[in-house]
């Protein structure tokens, strides 16, 4: 079975633009969250999906928005960004409420 | 709310050693526990989890941890270390409610093997 795939790996944007990160999620499995790790603060949720809808948001400003789609797919889009919004973007999928969540490799976005 | 502390942000030990990484926890109902590993320029793999049941849980490659509730700790713990163990570790925490997905990390430790 294959496993989470994210898309691109690797992103370099100039502050001010937007971005938009893509996640498949292990076949079968509903739930999407979405972290972002830096050094400084580690890993931090952002938000979860649930059968397109959002069920749980982390602390993060309103330039941190999601969606997913009927297939399960889902996105993450950050708009003007600011150089702190450099780093590993992940994405973990889950089957049911409470399982295990699997990792995708992340995102790796770098703002200059 | 929940919350996760790491102690020790490296830890160092000889090839064959015992490996002993240190979490503990706090939480407003039962959590869910959980070990990941991370390797440079990769997502986060799963090495065990506790949920309910036995307190003494066994992963993959070696590693184990012991839930123990009356010190808010889970453990990790390996007899014998590996000079392909070399990684950062997270512990996390989510809550067992049914439709919380959100996992609470640990700041990490980074696991250094000496040959």
């Known amino acids: 079975k294959a496993g989470v795939t994210q898309t691109p790996r690797y992103l370099i944007k100039t502050r001010g633009q937007q971005v938009t990160l893509s996640c498949s999620p292990i076949?079968?499995?509903?739930?999407v969250s979405w972290y972002q790790q830096t050094p400084g603060q580690g890993l931090q949720f952002l938000f979860e999906?649930?059968?397109?809808?959002?069920?749980n948001k982390g602390n993060f400003p309103g330039r941190f928005s999601g969606r997913q789609f009927s297939n399960s797919r889902s996105e993450m889009n950050v708009s003007t960004l600011e150089l702190g919004d450099s780093a590993l973007y992940l994405c973990?999928?889950?089957?049911?409420?409470?399982?295990?969540?699997?990792f995708g490799p992340g995102t790796r976005l770098t703002v200059t | 709310a929940q919350s996760v502390t790491q102690l020790g942000s490296h830890v160092s030990v000889s090839e064959g050693a015992l490996v002993l990484l240190r979490c503990n926890y706090s939480s407003s109902v039962p959590p869910y526990l959980f070990w990941y590993v991370q390797y440079p320029n990769q997502g986060l793999q799963l090495l065990l989890k506790?949920?309910?049941?036995?307190?003494l849980v066994k992963g993959i490659n070696g590693f184990e941890a012991e839930f123990k509730k009356s010190e808010t700790s889970f453990h990790l713990t390996k007899p014998s270390a590996h000079m392909s163990d070399a990684a950062e570790y997270f512990c996390?925490?989510?809550?067992?409610?049914?439709?919380?997905?959100?996992?609470?990390f640990g700041t990490g430790t980074r696991l250094t093997i000496i040959p």
């Open positions: 506790y949920t309910t049941g036995a307190t």
């Open positions: 996390a925490v989510s809550l067992t409610n049914f439709g919380n997905e959100k996992l609470t």
């Open positions: 973990a999928s889950s089957l049911a409420d409470g399982g295990e969540q699997y």
């Open positions: 076949s079968g499995h509903r739930s």
């Open positions: 999906y649930f059968s397109e809808t959002q069920r």
